[in-house]
C-alpha cells in the first residue's frame, strides 16, 4: 500500500468514528419514557409564570423541554412539550389548545425540532410548510412572518 492510501483509510476510519459518536436524536432515542422523570405530564399548558416576581425570560424552559410561547419575549402562555414526546418521529399536532399561537420558541432540549405550518384547507400532512427551526439549546424571541402560524412540533427529517 501506497502512504497515500494509507492516509486515505485512516481518514475513512476517524470519520466514521465521528459519526458514531454522535448522540442520537429523539427519531432513534427508543422508546420514550412515561411522562417526565417527576411524574409531571409530557404536555403542559401553562397560563402563567409559577410563582411571584417570575420574569418572562427563555431561561425559565425547564430542561428536556421546548417551550413555546404566545407572545414575543416568552410571553405566556405557554405550550412546555418533554422531548420524550417526539420520541421515534413523532409530530405533535399543536391543535385545539395552541394552535396559530406561537410567537416565540425557548428550545431547552439538546435536540433540534422543526416547527411546520398545516395550510389551511389542505389535507394531510404533504401540503406542511417548514414555518421554523428551534436548534438545541437555543432561544427565539419571535418567528417573524411566521408568528402565529405554527401548527405542529416534530424531528428533522421526520415529515
Known sequence: MT???????????????????VPAGPASAGAPPSGTQKGEPAVVY????SGKGVSLQAADCPAD??????????????LR?????????AML??????????????????FAFDLLNHRAGATG?????????AAAHRAYTSH??????ID????????
Do not use: K
Open 93 to 110: 399536532d399543536l391543535s385545539p389548545t395552541f394552535h396559530d399561537r406561537t410567537e416565540s420558541t425557548h428550545n431547552n432540549t439538546r
Open 125 to 133: 400532512h404533504g401540503s406542511d410548510i417548514l414555518a421554523g427551526r
Open 152 to 159: 405542529h412540533v416534530v424531528s428533522p427529517g421526520c415529515w
Open 3 to 21: 502512504p497515500r492510501l494509507i492516509r486515505l483509510i485512516a481518514s475513512a476510519a476517524v470519520a466514521a468514528m465521528a459519526i458514531l459518536a
Open 81 to 89: 412539550i418533554h422531548v420524550s414526546v417526539l420520541y421515534d418521529c
Open 65 to 78: 423541554n421546548i417551550c413555546l410561547y404566545d407572545g414575543t419575549n416568552y410571553g405566556y402562555p405557554r
Open 46 to 49: 401553562e397560563e402563567r409564570p
Open 144 to 149: 417573524l412572518q411566521h408568528n402565529n402560524t
